[in-house]
């Protein structure tokens, strides 16, 4: 027998026969086990490769790694920042609103809602979609929020400076100092007139001083005249602003003149005893709206002396 020939036996015969090639089976049995593992081989490259990510992907995944991440850090930043305008807010309602005399502001205002169309659909169907949406809505909200604490802050600040160019212009201060006057001679009312004989209004008040005292303006204001009167002698008048105008009059001397500017505490003149007047003094009127108003409601009452010298010799 040949090495190479291969034999099988025979069961009717019992006998070996030589094994005949059959090439088309050969091939066909080869083929058929190729296309198996190609088949397989494309199945497992496909399997493995839908857990392996392209370089592409990755860098996707990684992106959205740091987005997930950023998300969180700009919730907290809200979250801080909507704790640091709260305080702002109670501040501004208990403080600032109610020292200029303004009401707080509602609530409802306040919280700034926002209504009609989905303003956030841009991210639907984005990952991570919820999330985006919210941190953009509580920044828009937050957004808001602080455009009207900025205009709560921007009246306040308006009425605060006039409030204090108020309290500049106001007459507050005594017209003369204590320490040269030397007694009220007539009070503001209804007084037997020293002059006429008769009962008359008085519209101020006279403080007997000597003649050259130093006259102060009792506020901030424009000089509106500063005259001889056949009544008031020597007379300035100070426009304060704000419908309030006072007058110094029965002066020996004015040191201003018309349309000045001068200050609180600032020399218009000095004591006299000219016009209609009986002896040195200074005839002393505010008016508010052209309505003649007692002084002495307007005087610092708790001035100290120095606080008044300190006024006066700026």
């Known amino acids: 027998m040949s090495s190479n020939t291969r ?16 090439r088309k089976l050969f091939y066909r049995t080869t083929l058929w086990v190729s296309s198996v593992i190609f088949v397989l081989s494309i199945s497992a490259f496909i ?6 990510l392209t370089p592409h992907e990755w860098i996707l995944s990684k992106q959205n790694e740091r987005l997930a991440e950023e998300i969180i850090q700009k919730k907290d930043a809200i979250i801080a920042l909507r ?10 309602d208990i403080i600032y609103r109610p020292f200029a005399e303004i009401k707080p502001i509602p609530k409802d205002i306040r919280e700034a809602g926002f209504g009609g169309v989905d303003r956030y659909r841009e991210f639907a169907g984005m990952e991570y979609a919820d999330d985006l949406s919210s941190v953009f809505r509580e920044f828009d909200k937050l957004k808001k929020q602080i455009e009207i604490q900025k205009k709560s802050f921007n009246e306040v600040e308006s009425l605060v400076q006039y409030i204090d160019e108020f309290y500049a212009a106001k007459p507050a201060i005594r017209p003369i100092s204590q320490k040269d006057e030397i007694y009220i001679s007539s009070h503001y009312g209804m007084r037997l007139h020293p002059i006429y ?3 008359k209004m008085h519209h101020g008040i006279d403080y007997a001083a000597q003649i050259g005292s130093p006259v102060y ?7 509106k005249a500063a005259y001889y009167a056949s009544g008031y002698g020597k007379v300035v008048k100070v426009d304060h602003g704000f419908g309030y105008l006072s007058i110094y009059a029965h002066l020996d001397k004015y040191i201003v003149k018309k349309g000045d500017t001068i ?11 000219t016009g209609s007047s009986t002896g040195p003094h200074l005839h002393y009127e505010i008016r508010k709206n052209n309505q003649t108003q007692n002084p002495l409601y307007f005087y610092m009452d708790d001035l100290e002396p120095y606080e008044y010298d300190r006024i006066v010799s700026k």
């Open 7 to 22: 034999y099988y036996l025979d069961p009717h015969t019992l006998t070996y026969k030589p094994v005949k090639k059959n």
């Open 83 to 92: 704790d640091t305008l709260v305080d702002i807010e109670e501040n501004d």
């Open 263 to 273: 200050s609180r505490g600032q020399l218009v003149g000095y004591v006299g005893n």
């Open 217 to 223: 303006s009792t506020g901030k204001g424009i000089v």
């Open 197 to 199: 004989k008769r009962w």
């Open 47 to 52: 399997f493995l490769n839908s857990y392996r």
